[in-house]
């Protein structure tokens, strides 16, 4: 495996360097957790680096979404290879342009970090809700569900487009797939040139409004002619799967990486399948395929093409065995019969009965919903779907993730289920936001990923506070490309990079036994016992912890670096972790350095490293005694609670608790008692 066909990039990134590309305008306004993508092409374009036509593209900031959707008309009106970047409620104020850019048969590509929708309150994390609202606005739509799809897709979607004209929305999952960071293969500027078909561009530029050629657009219409001229496009929308396929083909024929407009994964004789499109497959595909070797009958469709939606396609790569469909769904639809995903499959089953011949009817099928706001989808919760569909009579609607003690459409899981492998490294690293925690963890997945056979993938839980508030870090390294699209809870490395966390949140609850635990503390190793909170000392001893300090803080301190302890504690994961030998680790870490601090002068590259020789000097062993007789307990979340909201939920919510809370101790309309903040504070 030669390492220099590696990048280790996110999500991002990935759609952001295929776009740039394949562009010639980009007009952007940032809004979470897209905003990267935007910031990256204007990068790009100050740089002066060239799209595959040798042109820079222009970037162009607008003052709203619905300006950057106008920038795009308007562009492409002119002939123009142009693209944007949104989420959200971003995307809903695009609403009026798209309908108008699709009716017009108009070649873009939208590329959407899929986010919740502001409903009873804002959420800046990611699910579907914002692409489902725009599922009638006459777009392909083309999901991908990891971070090296991303970037496949995105050429896919930009090379489909133009051979189609009908305008392409390429989404993937909010923070899940935007931000991971992964190892991947990267698309070349030969590649994309490969699939992006000149003819085409000259066929778009042709149709361009220009005192050349002059022609009206945007006329007005009447009853007699509007319906016909409405129908007149439908053999356009006919034509879009057979050209996203053969668009899928032409990227295998280049890089060898083949996908399909549907996928299907597990037992050929299947009885139960669950069918799914976003990241949540990657921890389907991770049960499935240990139930597999068990010798279970479940399998795993996976949806890539959602619009148009191929009925037909569809049914044929189910298995003709399946007798229950679970369709499972990262959005909520109040007050329809079923959300979109599982309505669209009822309907494909109902028009293509031929396909199961001898027995007379279709699959049964059964929706769910889960991860709304970016909550937490792993494998253990996949199994009590599939336990679920081999019930004696299972809910014709469910939640997972979730305990709803109000409409009781929840399924319970066993959290202690798990299918990562033993030879996958994992580590966890709790920090504050601005304090370097994360911008140490992901320069750790890069060096892993770039300098080692290893894959590497990096996940960052952040709080919508930003700045300051706690950050958590999961870092995986395995032989093979990892598909854990979900948080880490059994670590064989916690890293706690500020002290106080310790008082209020259980940091080691994610430590493996027999894990390596390395604490930033100003107490040194033969105090430091003795100033830990009592369930803490417990858990190192239960759990056989080896215990390692250091005073990043002083480091930081000596060398002039103000509160930044990230090169001091990414030192001493990467000499206690064994990921790599020592020395090696250290080298890419100065050379990391260089090339990010090099620029700003020599003195900040030197005290960077003597941060690093200064922490590995520092790190030292805790002896640990033979039991817990500590003082210090938990300091509760709240103190003071006037009131049994504040006790029940706020209390809970502070403490890092919130995912306990059970539908019922929620307002039902987001309605919250003000002056709340106080006992957070």
């Not at 607008?62 to 008309?73: K, T």
């Not at 899928?248 to 407009?261: I, K, N, P, S």
């Amino acid at each position: 495996m030669a390492q220099q066909n590696f990048i280790t990039v996110d999500g991002n990134e990935a759609a952001a360097a295929v776009a740039h590309l394949a562009s010639e305008v980009i007009a952007i306004y940032p809004i979470t957790p897209a905003s990267p993508m935007g910031e990256l092409a204007d990068h790009w374009t100050s740089k002066g680096r060239p799209n595959i036509f040798g042109s820079v593209p222009e970037v162009i900031e607008m003052q709203s979404e619905a300006g950057a959707a106008a920038a795009v008309h308007g562009a492409l009106q002119a002939g123009a290879l142009t693209t944007t970047f949104t989420a959200s409620q971003g995307l809903l104020l695009m609403i009026p342009e798209m309908f108008k850019i699709a009716g017009q048969l108009m070649p873009t590509v939208f590329h959407v970090a899929a986010r919740t929708l502001a409903t009873h309150a804002l959420s800046i994390f990611g699910d579907q809700s914002d692409v489902m609202s725009v599922r009638s606005a006459g777009w392909t739509m083309l999901v991908s569900n990891s971070v090296e799809e991303v970037q496949d897709f995105a050429l896919i979607a930009h090379a489909a487009a133009l051979r189609s004209r009908v305008p392409v929305l390429h989404f993937f999952d909010g923070f899940r797939t935007s931000h991971e960071v992964n190892k991947i293969v990267p698309l070349t500027a030969d590649d994309v040139r490969y699939m992006i078909d000149e003819g085409t561009v000259r066929e778009h530029r042709a149709r361009s409004l220009s005192p050349d050629r002059p022609t009206l657009r945007g006329s007005a219409q009447n009853p007699d002619v509007f319906f016909q001229a409405r129908e007149a496009a439908n053999p356009y929308y006919t034509a879009v799967p057979g050209i996203v396929q053969a668009m899928m083909d032409r990227l295998a024929e280049r890089v060898g990486r083949r996908y399909r407009l549907f996928e299907y994964v597990g037992s050929p004789e299947a009885s139960e399948v669950i069918v799914i499109m976003g990241s949540g497959a990657g921890a389907v595909e991770e049960l499935v395929e240990a139930k597999v070797k068990e010798g279970q009958k479940v399998g795993l469709l996976k949806v890539r093409l959602y619009r148009p939606f191929d009925a037909q396609t569809f049914v044929e790569t189910l298995p003709k065995s399946v007798k229950r469909i679970a369709v499972l769904e990262r959005t909520k639809e109040p007050g329809a019969l079923g959300e979109p995903l599982y309505l669209d499959v009822i309907a494909a089953l109902a028009e293509n009965g031929e396909r199961w011949g001898d027995r007379g009817r279709a699959p049964e099928v059964f929706g769910g919903r889960y991860g709304l706001s970016s909550k937490e989808f792993t494998p253990a919760m996949v199994a009590a779907v599939f336990e679920e569909l081999r019930g004696a009579r299972p809910k014709r609607h469910f939640t997972v993730g979730i305990y709803d003690d109000v409409t009781h459409l929840s399924l319970p899981w066993d959290s202690g289920l798990s299918t990562e492998t033993s030879d996958v490294k994992r580590a966890v690293f709790f920090g504050l936001g601005s304090d370097g925690t994360v911008g140490a963890s992901k320069n750790s997945v890069k060096i892993i990923g770039e300098y080692t056979p290893l894959y590497a993938q990096g996940y960052f839980v952040y709080d919508s506070k930003k700045s300051g508030a706690v950050t958590v870090s999961h870092l995986r390294f395995s032989p093979r490309p990892i598909r854990s699209t979900y948080l880490i809870d059994r670590a064989d490395f916690v890293a706690c990079h500020q002290f106080h966390l310790l008082d209020t949140m259980d940091v080691l609850k994610c430590a493996a036994p027999g894990a390596t635990f390395l604490l930033n503390s100003t107490y040194p190793a033969d105090r430091v016992w003795d100033l830990l909170p009592q369930p803490v000392q417990r858990q190192i001893l239960e759990k056989k912890l080896r215990f390692y300090v250091v005073d990043a803080y002083d480091i930081a301190r000596q060398n002039g670096m103000g509160g930044r302890i990230n090169t001091a504690m990414q030192a001493c994961f990467f000499a206690l972790s064994g990921v790599l030998p020592r020395q090696e680790a250290i080298d890419h870490i100065k050379d990391a350095i260089r090339k990010t601090y090099g620029r700003r002068g020599e003195t900040i590259v030197q005290q960077n490293f003597a941060a690093i020789d200064m922490a590995l000097e520092g790190l030292k062993e805790v002896a640990v005694p033979a039991s817990a007789d500590g003082k210090r307990m938990l300091r509760p979340a709240v103190i003071g609670a006037d009131s049994d909201f504040v006790e029940r939920v706020t209390a809970a919510i502070a403490a890092g608790r919130g995912d306990l809370l059970p539908v019922s101790a929620l307002p039902v309309d987001g309605t919250f008692p003000t002056g709340t903040a106080k006992y957070e504070k």
